[in-house]
């Protein structure tokens, strides 16, 4: 099949509609105009520091504008960004600048301890602040005119059930398919504006910059959530969509108080989980519409949504696949389900990855013919809504960050004086669940200790909240956790 070819994205949207308000932040506006001057400035100075098309360069910046302006730089060159978790430890962000073989990091001053950490565990990397690069020589870039829409993007790094995170690959075309799949189900408007105070380096921020250019409307950035600030942003800037999780809406809800938001504001889209039947009601009676989905790093942001109008008698739901993308749920023999039977959620669609960057087995293993297996667990009703029943196996979702049990098991068992470590979820009225951890211990330690030591190792959000020792983990058979023994041990203590 003949490769689809389209025109660069931030340099057509600049040309389309050059004066029309492209970006809010801080008090300040900007043009699409000046989003493609300041980008392409930035791939001139990129360009004089030596950075080419097609490199895998780690970028690891806070919420700002200036990162925007970054991300379409590397558009304009046509580089390849390994986009980094910025509440990550300097240790896990060594291994993944190594493991996708990044030869420049972008990073700013706010970070100097971690760089200075990571710059020693990766010595081959060339380091570059923002500062530094803004202040830098102009070397004409080499713009890329058109993008085939099979080239790399981004690669975002996701926990896997066992240890290690895998680089997802998001293509152009991954990125254009999933803003084409959301405004098919939210409709466009072109009074929209998002409001984005998510992380930029996940796929729900990220995915933001990629409607702002494709859609060619305007987007707020907040450098972090602040839920006046939120209430404030939307009743100045008319905003229109904004992007949540679950704790997010319940504190917007809270601070809402006995007012309404406008009447323009049309859309929460909510990811990370179902909300509460409870704050369904709660912002039902204050006219907030929230359409709950379902999506991850592989499928480019959400792929099922559900609207507001099903919100109560489909609770629970996450909705229906998106236009471009098909949904199976498939039985442990392979078949398809029934109607209500659980199984497996396999997608497929051009929002979908085609894989994990320089991991064939896996790839090979997650998808087949183009589906891949999620490994999540759910059903669909008669009418074809999905309920999702178990995140990935023994996920913990805390504030929206996937937290792995496995992961943090890992890094508890590497320490000489812990044999055998179990971590689960416990329910946490503020972040959703937090993980808690079991040990077994060749001598004692405090919980202290422990917490100190994963905070080296780990990043603050996936650090065990409890440290409960055990005499030894339950195990099965075939040496798996039985999760659910930790969880009648928690209820008991």
Known sequence: MAEQ???????????????????????????????YDRAYQIAGQLTALG????????????????????????????????????????????????DSKSTF????????????????????????SKEELFEANFTKPDVVEEISLDEICTVMYTSGTTGH??????????????????????????????????????????????????????IVIHESFYEEKTIESIQNEHVTIMSVVSTMLSRIEEALDKSKLPTEFRCMLLGGGPASKSLLEKCLAKNIPVY???????????????????????????????????????TSDGEEANANEAGEIIVKGPNVTRGYLNRNEETTNKLVNGWLSTGDIGYLDNEGFL???????????????????AEIEGVLVAHPDITDAGVIGLKDERWGEVPVAFVVLKKTLSEDEIVQYCRQKVAKYKVPKKIYPIESIPRNASKKILRRELRKRLESL
């Not at 939210?186 to 702002?212: A, Q």
């Open 5 to 35: 070819i389209m025109p660069n994205f931030i340099k057509k949207r600049a040309l389309l509609t050059p004066e029309r308000e492209a970006l809010h932040f801080e008090g300040r506006n900007y043009t699409f105009s000046e989003l």
């Open 51 to 98: 950075l080419r098309k097609q490199q895998y360069i780690g970028v690891l910046l806070k919420n700002h504008a200036d990162t925007a302006f970054i991300y379409l730089s590397l558009h304009l060159l046509g580089i390849r960004a390994v986009i980094l978790n910025n509440r990550l430890s300097a240790e896990e962000l060594a291994w993944q600048l190594k």
């Open 105 to 128: 990091l972008i990073t700013e001053r706010a970070f100097s301890t971690k760089y200075q950490e990571i710059k020693n565990a990766c010595p081959k990397i060339t380091f570059i």
């Open 165 to 218: 995170p895998k680089g997802v690959i998001q293509t152009y075309g991954n990125h254009w398919w999933s803003a084409v799949g959301s405004a098919l189900n939210l409709g466009l408007n072109e009074k929209d504006c998002w409001l984005c105070t998510v992380p930029l380096f996940h796929i729900s921020g990220y995915s933001i910059i990629m409607r702002n250019i494709i859609y060619g409307m305007k």
């Open 292 to 330: 709950q989905t379902y999506g991850m790093t592989e499928t480019s942001s959400q792929i099922v949504t559900l609207s507001p109008e099903y919100s109560l008698n489909k609770l629970g739901s996450a909705g229906k696949v998106l236009f471009p993308s098909q949904l199976k749920i498939v």
């Open 387 to 405: 309920y999702v029943l178990d995140r990935r196996s023994d996920l913990i979702i805390s504030g929206g960050e996937n937290i792995y049990p």
